[in-house]
C-alpha cells in the first residue's frame, strides 16, 4: 500500500508541476499575505460597503508600491455609473486621473503590485496587461464569483468568447503573472495558515452580506447590462 501511494505520489508530481499555479509554486510570504489582507480589510471593503448601497457589484482592487507594500491607490466597481467600471477599471482610471493632475504621484508600472479582490475577469486582465502591471494577486476565484457571489459572467464570456473552461487562461504569460491569494496562504506552515483562513472566512462572511445587499437591489440598476 505504501509503495503504491508513494508511486501514484510522485507521478502526479512529474506530471504536475506545471499545471501548478503560480501561487502553489510561489512560497509563504507572510508579510505579504498580512499586508494584502489588511488592505483588504481596511481600504477596500469600507468603499465596497459605500458602493454597494450605491448598487454596484462587490469587487474591489488596489494597487501597491512592490518596494515596501505601500498603497498608491484603491478602487471599486462602479459599474451604475458605466458596465465597464469594474474594480480594477476603475482603480486603474482614479491612478492616472490622479497623476495626470500631480506627477508626483506617479509610480512606473512594474514597479506596481496589482491585487484584486475577486480573480480579473477577461476585461480586467486584459485591461492589467495593457496597463503594463506585470501581475496581480487576487483573493476570490472565479468559482468563489460564480458559487458563492453569484456572478457568473467571468466564467461565461471565457468560454463563450476564448473557448477557455474555468482556469484555462494562462495563469503565467508574456504580460503577468496570477497569484492566488489562497495558494500562497496554502503554503505557510500550519499555524500561521490556520489563521489566515480564520481571516478569509471572516473576510467572506462580509462579502456575503455585501452581495446579499447587490443581489436584492441589481433589478434597479440600469447601467449594468450582466447583473
Ligand atoms: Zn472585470
Known amino acids: 500500500m505504501t509503495k503504491s501511494f508513494k508511486n501514484k505520489n ?7 508541476n506545471d499545471r501548478k ?4 509554486l510561489a512560497g509563504c510570504d507572510p508579510n505579504l499575505i498580512e499586508r494584502l489582507l489588511s488592505v483588504l480589510e481596511t481600504e477596500i471593503i469600507p468603499l465596497t460597503q459605500d458602493g454597494v448601497r450605491q448598487g454596484n457589484k462587490i469587487f474591489g482592487a488596489a494597487m501597491l508600491k512592490k518596494a515596501d507594500l505601500s ?15 469594474h474594480g480594477e477599471i ?5 491612478y ?11 509610480v512606473d508600472p512594474k514597479d506596481i503590485l496589482f491585487f484584486s479582490t ?7 486582465s486584459s485591461a492589467i496587461a495593457w496597463a503594463g502591471y506585470d501581475n496581480f494577486y487576487y483573493l476570490f476565484s472565479h468559482e468563489d464569483s460564480r458559487d458563492a457571489f453569484k456572478i457568473g459572467h467571468d466564467l461565461k464570456i471565457l468560454k463563450a468568447v476564448f473557448k477557455h473552461d474555468p482556469g484555462g487562461y494562462a495563469r503565467q504569460n508574456d504580460y503577468w503573472t496570477a ?12 499555524p500561521s495558515k490556520t489563521q489566515f483562513l480564520k481571516r478569509v472566512e471572516r473576510i467572506k462572511q462580509i462579502y456575503d452580506d455585501m452581495s446579499d445587499i447587490y443581489q436584492t437591489h441589481k433589478g434597479e440598476a440600469k447601467n449594468i447590462p450582466l447583473k
Do not use: K
Open 21 to 24: 499555479r503560480p501561487g502553489e
Open 118 to 124: 475577486h480573480e480579473p475577469c477577461t476585461l480586467c
Open 71 to 85: 498603497t498608491v491607490i484603491v478602487g471599486t466597481n462602479h459599474e451604475t455609473e458605466n458596465p465597464l467600471w
Open 179 to 190: 497569484f492566488s491569494v489562497v495558494d500562497l496562504i496554502n503554503n505557510c506552515d500550519a
Open 10 to 16: 510522485s507521478a502526479s508530481t512529474a506530471r504536475g
Open 96 to 106: 492616472y486621473e490622479m497623476v495626470n493632475r500631480d506627477e508626483s504621484q506617479r
Open 90 to 94: 476603475y482603480t486603474i482610471n482614479q
